[in-house]
């Protein structure tokens, strides 16, 4: 799935099971921070800009690092020592690191056919088990961009109503500031932040 459906899967529930927004933070990074295992589509796109030879860090490492049991393990000790209700954060985290594998599963295919992203479970240390579905969706597949509209709705909503939103997982005064623009219009809480 794409990273902004992660993030909206990942942050409507971790709202719904933290109760502070701390936790509710923590719990949403344990659904994109797989992810950065693919931060090396970077230094391969500069060098191909560059015109140097050609690396395969993304190809090589994205559905390998941080996909597997280790990653998740990973991820979920860091953001429990960070968390208020510690083993909460940890247990929602394996969960929704699992869950960021269920969704990587059914929709990450590339444009082609046989452009499949597999999974890894013993990542990076073994390939075997190695996890494949044939009938993966690509990433831009109807069924996808309607889940993430769907969440990125559920996702405003919960918003409304808990006074914290998506934007806080980065940036708790944007957060402040897009919250006020849901409830009262952006005009009033665009002069809010502007006096404060």
Partial sequence: MAPATHL?????????????????R???LAGILPDLDGLGLG??????ALGRPATHFYLNYHHFLLHGLAGGLLIAGVLAAFAQRRWRVALLAL??????????????RGPDPDDLWPIFYFGPFHKDPMW?????????????????????????GLAVKRGDSV?????????????AVLRKGWWPAWNQELQS
């Avoid at 934007?167 to 919250?179: E, H, I, M």
């Fill in 8 to 24: 909206f899967l990942s942050w409507v529930i971790a709202a719904k099971t933290t109760d502070n927004p701390r936790d509710c």
């Fill in 26 to 28: 923590l719990v949403t």
């Fill in 43 to 48: 230094p391969d796109l500069l060098n191909q």
């Fill in 95 to 108: 969960a929704l690191f699992h869950l960021h594998l269920l969704c990587d599963l059914a929709g990450s």
């Fill in 132 to 156: 494949l579905w044939t009938g993966q969706w690509p990433l831009n597949a109807w069924p996808l961009q309607v889940s993430t509209v769907l969440l990125f709705g559920w996702s405003l």
């Fill in 167 to 179: 934007v806080g997982v980065f940036n708790r005064r944007l957060d402040r500031t897009f919250v």
